[in-house]
């Protein structure tokens, strides 16, 4: 069946999320002759307030948000037969423009570990001081002070996120430091800088910073509302995609198909979700899969798809004093709003240039802790973290309000007080799952996703000790009221752990709670029915080498075609102990790089590829 081909470009990117957005602004800067498209389901971002409003980041989230997708899991014994819930960002800037803001950067040998030529940190480290600009303290080696990307403190400091520290550096006895995103430090207690423009007070992300600022430039243009189908092939040579308008941005919008050429390069980045979902459709992947969705097979590619993996998280609601400033004023929309807004647009200062994550550790369990947590876990600790001492294990941390997961919708029926909430991950469980094409029973395309999500005994080992953690640090806070009882564990009645209001918080010296085996096994089943990825999805187009199911290769190639690239978070081969933004970008980088490399471009002359 023919289509019409509306235009031809050098290249296109399918998809328009984080590091589409960062590899087309960069080509661009570099050669802005270059014709380039990026196609994207979602919508525009520029300049919505839901978008550069740091404050509304969690409004993105509500069910009824066309700026993220919720993808739902298979249903798992592992999760006593949930169904999982997964985010990822669906419009322009992709996760950049909906995402926390919450600035961290993983351990150098994160990247070393990949093992991948061209990705080792030594070549890593110049992107990425080359994309950001700290402006928390200067001349720190790790840093940049002249990238596109700002880093800061927000807009205004919330106390009860010292609290946390303080109770941190004391009674769990760890130390302080400023910055703890210099590649190595962990297991310290440290403030959580932000992206965040500290001047602005508007979220920095890929679109606004890359993109949108190059709007002068007529070759590079973004296609908003379009959704990819299909690679276009021509003797497995990529020549250009198929793509339909997407009913969820535009539910209006024609439904015939259309082609765009792309003379150079089509590249794939549309996120660990959408890149191996568009290579299957292509044709790329596993005999199985394409058989059983009636796909003709071009390439056998069975790594599409799998590798799948990400942290798995909880969020537990507090009880705040009611003098405590938190997000959940502005968030209800009361009074403090209007005055904020205005101090923000004449000063770019204020709650709205906050998320409410002032303050965080990377806490790795020293010998006590070891003791005290399920011999399950001690083989991957002696394995993987025990001699390498910058990796962390998880990442506690405090919001200053309520932030709830989606699998546990409270926030509708909680009284109109102060909260706090405990967060905590894992930043390298070792449950791996995947994502691939499936045909409905009415023969509709949908996806057959699995999470993985505490299918190894390890994982949520890690998860209870956290639980447990955190409680203790929240009830020594200043500012602790008790507990939100809806959002903890089921405590069996009479328990020492049973949960609260309080009037206020026990003293630093006072014994820890200890609980029965019944304890246990009740914080074992919360995470079981609530615990959820923290939507830091990855490796589903792994780069690796073929024979090790891997999709692309070191220059992102993808194995068996030719002019073809996937640039996302999906190449990642092994998880990352960071909030993947910051790896995302990352990838964005030097996959402009790579690029503009084949091309014959002199991307080294890094004046050429200033944005800003």
């Known amino acids: 069946m023919s289509h019409p081909i509306l235009s031809e470009f050098d290249i296109v990117f399918a998809g328009g999320g984080t590091t589409a ?3 087309a602004g960069r080509l661009a800067a570099y050669d802005p002759s270059l014709r380039i498209l990026i196609l994207e389901a979602g919508q525009h971002t520029v300049n919505k ?3 550069v409003q740091p404050y509304q980041f969690a409004f993105n989230q509500a069910p009824t948000s066309t700026t993220i997708t919720f993808n739902i899991g298979n249903p798992s014994p592992r999760l006593n037969g949930r169904a999982p819930v997964v985010l990822c960002g669906r419009c322009v800037g992709g996760g950049s423009c909906v995402n926390f803001m919450a600035y961290t950067r993983a351990p150098a040998s994160d990247y070393d570990d990949w093992g991948v030529n061209g990705w080792e940190s030594e ?4 992107l990425m001081k080359k994309l950001e600009t700290y402006e928390v303290q200067p001349d720190l080696p790790t840093h940049g002070y002249d990238g596109p990307i700002k880093v800061s403190s927000g807009g205004c400091k919330l106390g009860i996120c010292d609290e946390f520290i303080q109770v941190g550096t004391t009674y769990h006895k760890r130390q302080y430091a400023d910055d703890t995103n210099d590649l190595e430090t962990c297991n310290t207690y440290s403030p959580w800088r932000k992206y965040i423009d500290g001047t602005t007070g508007r979220r920095s992300d890929a679109a606004h910073n890359y993109i949108y600022n190059q709007v002068h430039n007529p070759n590079l243009q973004v296609w908003d509302g379009k959704r990819v189908k299909r690679i276009i092939f021509e003797d497995k040579r990529a020549v250009g995609v198929e793509f339909v308008s997407d009913l969820v941005s535009f539910p209006d919008a024609d439904q015939s198909l259309s082609i765009v050429r792309a003379s150079k390069l089509v590249v794939v980045s549309a996120g660990t979700f959408g890149s191996p979902t568009i290579l299957e459709r292509s044709g790329i992947g596993a005999e199985a899969v394409l058989k059983w969705c009636g ?4 390439v056998n590619l069975p790594g599409v798809g799998e590798n799948y993996r990400d942290h798995h998280a909880a969020l537990v609601p507090y009880l705040a004093a009611d ?6 004023a502005l968030w209800r929309g009361e009074s403090t709003l209007q005055e904020s807004l205005a101090q923000w647009n004449s000063s770019g200062k204020s709650l709205i240039a906050q998320n409410g994550f002032d303050s965080k550790i990377k806490w790795r369990p020293d010998d006590e802790e070891l003791k ?11 394995e993987f973290f025990q001699n390498r001492p910058e990796k962390a294990v998880a990442i506690f941390a405090i919001f200053a309000g309520c932030v709830l997961p989606v699998s546990r919708p409270l926030s509708s029926i909680l009284p109109p007080r102060n909260h706090m909430t405990a967060v905590y991950y894992t930043l390298y469980p070792m449950s791996v799952g995947s994502v691939h094409i499936n045909v409905t029973k009415d023969d509709k395309e949908g996806m057959d996703f699995t999470t993985g999500l505490l299918d190894h005994p390890s994982d949520i080992v890690t998860l209870d000790f956290g639980y447990k953690k955190t409680r203790e640090i929240f009830r020594r806070m200043a500012s602790y009221r008790g507990e939100v009882t809806a959002g903890h564990p089921d405590f069996p009645e009479g328990s020492a752990a049973a949960c609260g209001e309080a009037s206020g918080p026990v003293d630093l010296s006072a014994p820890d709670i200890v609980y029965t085996a019944e304890d246990d096994e009740a914080i074992n089943k919360f995470h079981r ?7 830091h999805s990855l490796g589903t187009c792994a780069m690796k080498s073929e024979a090790d199911q891997g999709v692309v290769d070191a220059r992102l190639n993808v194995y068996g075609v030719s002019n073809l690239k996937v640039a996302d978070m999906s190449i990642s081969p092994l998880n990352v102990g960071t909030n993947t933004y910051s790896t995302a970008l990352l990838i964005g980088e030097r996959a ?11 991307c080294m002359d890094l004046t050429r590829a200033r944005i800003r």
Do not use: Y
């Open 372 to 382: 005290a947590m399920d011999p399950v876990f001690q083989p991957r600790w002696k």
């Open 592 to 602: 402009a790089m790579i690029i503009a490399e084949d091309l014959g471009i002199n």
């Open 295 to 298: 796909i003709e097979q071009l």
């Open 49 to 51: 307030p839901i978008h």
């Open 529 to 535: 029915d609530n615990a959820q990825t923290a939507s």
């Open 123 to 126: 070549n890593l480290i110049p």
């Open 21 to 23: 957005c960062v590899v």
């Open 323 to 328: 003098e405590v400033v938190t997000m959940n």
